[in-house]
C-alpha cells in the first residue's frame, strides 16, 4: 500500500519568514495530494490540494509544487504569521476507481515565532 | 451548508465495553471515511463507506466495524475496547466523485 514520509516533524519559523514542509509517497499511482492544517483542539481543514497532472498551485500565500518522477511534493507558506501555527498533514491518493483512501503523512508542527 | 457533524464529541468507557460513533456527512456528500488520530501514529484510515456499501478498509482488526445508512448518515462501532483504543476518531464526508474530503470535529475515545 501507499506510504508517506513527512519532514521535518517540527518547524519554527520567524514572523514573515517562509516555511517549507516536504513530503515523499511511495506509490506512483497515486494521483491526488491534499494538505490539511490542524490546529490544537480542532479539525484538519483543507488548506490546498493539487493532482498529478499539475506540477504547482498557489493560493495567496500558499502553494504546492509535486515533482511526479521523484514522488515528492511540498507545501510552502510565505510571509508566515502566528495564526499560521498548527500541525500540517499532507496526503496521498489514487483515486478515479470509484473507491480511494487518504494515506497521511506524520505532521509537521508549525510555530511561528512572533 | 452545515458541515460534517459527529457525535458524541467526547466518550470514556471501560476495557472490554463497546462503543457506537455517528457521522452526519455534508448534505449531498455520499461517501464517508473514518479515521483514527493518535499521537504516536497520526492520522490512520479505518474504513470509507459509499451508498451504504464499504469500499475500502484500512488495516485495523475486526473489533472495528462500521455501516452507513440510506441518509449516508455513518456509524462506527468498536467491540471489546481496548486502552490503545483510546484516540481522536474523525469521520470526513465527501460528494464521493471528487477526493476532497471535509473533516468533522471528532469523538474523543477515552478508554480505562
Known amino acids: 500500500g501507499e506510504n508517506v514520509e513527512q519532514h521535518p516533524s517540527t518547524l519554527s519559523v520567524q514572523e514573515g519568514d517562509s516555511a517549507v514542509i516536504k513530503c515523499t509517497y511511495s506509490?506512483?499511482?497515486?494521483?491526488?495530494f491534499p494538505w490539511y492544517k490542524q490546529e490544537l483542539g480542532k479539525r484538519p481543514q483543507l488548506i490546498i490540494d493539487?493532482?498529478?497532472?499539475?506540477g504547482e498551485k498557489k493560493d495567496q500565500r500558499i502553494a504546492v509544487t509535486l515533482n511526479k518522477t521523484a514522488k515528492h511534493f511540498s507545501l510552502h507558506i510565505t510571509e508566515t504569521q502566528p495564526e499560521d501555527s498548527a500541525v500540517y498533514f499532507c496526503?496521498?491518493?489514487?483515486?478515479?476507481?470509484?473507491?480511494?483512501?487518504?494515506?497521511f503523512g506524520k505532521g509537521t508542527k508549525l510555530s511561528v515565532i512572533p | 451548508k452545515a458541515g460534517v457533524t459527529q457525535t458524541p464529541r467526547y466518550l470514556i468507557k471501560t476495557r472490554g465495553q463497546q462503543v457506537t460513533l455517528s457521522c452526519s456527512p455534508i448534505s449531498g456528500h455520499r461517501s464517508v471515511s473514518w479515521y483514527q488520530q493518535t499521537p504516536g501514529q497520526g492520522l490512520q484510515f479505518l474504513f470509507e463507506?459509499?451508498?451504504?456499501?464499504?469500499?475500502n478498509k484500512g488495516n485495523f482488526p475486526g473489533r472495528f466495524s462500521g455501516r452507513q445508512f440510506s441518509n449516508s448518515r455513518s456509524e462506527m462501532n468498536v467491540s471489546t475496547l481496548e486502552l490503545g483504543d483510546s484516540a481522536l476518531y474523525l469521520c470526513?464526508?465527501?460528494?464521493?466523485?471528487?477526493?476532497?474530503?471535509?473533516f468533522g470535529p471528532g469523538t474523543r475515545l477515552t478508554v480505562l
Open positions: 493539487i493532482r498529478s497532472n499539475v
Open positions: 463507506y459509499f451508498s451504504e456499501t464499504q469500499r
Open positions: 506509490d506512483s499511482a497515486s494521483n491526488y
Open positions: 470526513a464526508s465527501s460528494p464521493g466523485y471528487a477526493d476532497t474530503q471535509y
Open positions: 496526503a496521498a491518493s489514487l483515486s478515479g476507481a470509484g473507491s480511494y483512501q487518504l494515506t
